[in-house]
């Protein structure tokens, strides 16, 4: 250890030099990425180096990405295609954009029901799960081992000794327990880690690394869809020490749980390492219809799902977002955990809310990790001379995250309002261009604020030194949070 220390000191330019030739000629990031990294790097060299280490350095990443999203690519573009409908005609361009951009196609025979509560979404989802005939599918950012973790666990070994087919993704980072696992490859479920921590002994789940697997589907027979904010682990259903947890999920039954399962196996294919082909017509039509008929069209009609990725051509889910902002003529609504938008989403928002449009967001009052809730802040801050109202949910932790504008699209999944989810995680969400839908997701954010503290310009301005320091300070981490 003392040879290593001086050798460390003697050789860290050089390393970081080797760093900086990374960023500039091979990794081609944003230029707002390449500033900071530099600025990094040279004015802290030691505290630059251990950053990039976890956050920066994705080369082996890079290249497993690369080869699977050009294979998606290829798929995809011979089903691209566009459905017009007179009642889109607005969301056209929209609609339009996502087909291309995340190779995911317009469906309109479905039905949806929402969870803002996950005791509730949990239920839904162990019912339907004790219920598989054929397969079963589950990407996590987090699969724990704790009380939720184990009861589902039970369910699927249960439905593996019945000869269902079951395949699990987790992410290397975001936590999972590794017997469970074993427990189930044991059992003859499939098992794929995303991009696992090479030092398996060391626990980096607190670390925000970049590549990410950040989605959280479950879907059941090809039939039945679960897309959330909801992880599996106990803190989910408010037995946490953030105490309450409110998010939002969706199940959904209908032609969308085909493009869902599209996005898993390119998931699959990542994980796997190999090229898996996908194509499948969806087998349940005639019970969507018969659905449909029972609920009179309620919460039905068009989806679309969005996915995105670091190594996407286009980023897809960002663009979803600043696309709706663009188009809204009447409100925006906003709810999530980070609120931590880029340069081009934050102008976009002002010069909507600058023409009339009502823009109302909603972030946490209970911050899960200390550096967002100060750049929460000062992000917020930047809106309020606009008009923007700003809410601080109190009655527990709020990990919801949804867009929906003038009742007409609501944009809801897995998503964050930031540069992580827009940049450098996997994600998905689902768009739902209904009426009712995006109603009730408006009525829903309107509930949420009888649990918030309005946020006004008054209190904002009160703040001392100190803490408008630190809002600066976490300001310039914005790009990697």
Request: hydrophobic fraction near 40%; aromatic fraction near 16%.
């Amino acid at each position: 250890m003392e040879i290593l220390i001086p050798f460390f000191r003697d050789y860290i330019i050089v390393i970081n030099a080797l760093f900086l030739f990374i960023i500039v000629l091979l990794e081609r990031k944003n230029p707002l990425f390449t500033l900071f990294w530099i600025t990094l790097l040279v004015l802290a060299p030691y505290l630059g180096f251990v950053a990039y280490l976890f956050f920066g350095l994705s080369f082996r990443k890079k290249r497993v990405v690369n080869q699977f999203y050009k294979w998606k690519f290829l798929y995809s573009k011979k089903v691209m295609g566009f459905s017009h409908y007179k009642e889109l005609v607005k969301w056209e361009q929209l609609i339009s954009y996502v087909e291309i951009s995340s190779k995911n196609q317009l469906t309109s025979l479905n039905t949806s029901k929402i969870f803002i509560d996950g005791n509730d979404f949990f239920s839904s989802v162990k019912e339907d799960l004790k219920n598989a005939k054929v397969s079963i599918n589950m990407e996590y950012y987090i699969f724990r081992g704790d009380g939720l973790g184990s009861e589902i666990g039970e369910i699927l070994l249960k439905k593996a000794q019945e000869g269902v087919k079951i395949k699990i993704i987790v992410d290397g980072a975001g936590g999972y327990d590794r017997k469970m696992l074993k427990r189930f490859k044991a059992n003859g479920i499939e098992v794929g880690v995303f991009f696992p921590s090479i030092f398996p002994w060391f626990k980096i789940t607190s670390l925000r690394a970049n590549y990410r697997d950040h989605r959280k589907l479950c879907l059941i027979d090809s039939k039945y869809g679960y897309i959330s904010g909801f992880n599996i682990g106990d803190e989910y259903l408010g037995k946490g020490k953030l105490g309450y947890w409110r998010d939002t999920g969706l199940r959904i039954f209908g032609e969308a749980c085909i493009e869902l399962e599209k996005e898993f196996f390119f998931s699959w294919g990542i994980v796997k390492k190999e090229k898996y082909t996908y194509k499948k017509e969806y087998e349940y039509n005639a019970e969507v219809l018969k659905e449909l008929i029972e609920v009179k069209g309620k919460h039905s009609g068009h989806m679309q799902v969005v996915s995105s990725g670091p190594n996407y051509q286009f980023r897809a889910i960002r663009d979803n977002a600043l696309k709706m902002i663009m188009k809204a003529q009447k409100y925006i609504y906003i709810q999530t955990p980070y609120f931590v938008p880029d340069d081009t989403v934050l102008d976009a928002l002002k010069i909507a809310a600058l023409s009339g449009v009502e823009i109302k967001i909603m972030i946490p009052d209970k911050p899960d990790h200390f550096f967002i809730y100060w750049v929460n802040q000062y992000f917020s801050g930047e809106l309020l001379d606009l008009g923007v109202e700003v809410y601080k949910y109190g009655r527990g932790f709020l990990h919801s995250k949804f867009i929906v504008v003038d009742d007409e699209v609501v944009t809801v999944g897995t998503a964050n309002f930031d540069y992580r989810s827009f940049y450098q995680n996997f994600e998905i969400n689902v768009n739902i261009y209904e009426k009712d839908v995006a109603r009730t997701f408006r009525e829903i954010f309107n509930n949420d604020i009888k649990f918030s503290h309005r946020l006004f310009r008054s209190e904002y301005s009160k703040r001392g030194y100190y803490i408008k320091l630190k809002e600066s300070i976490c300001r310039l981490l914005a790009p990697i949070m």
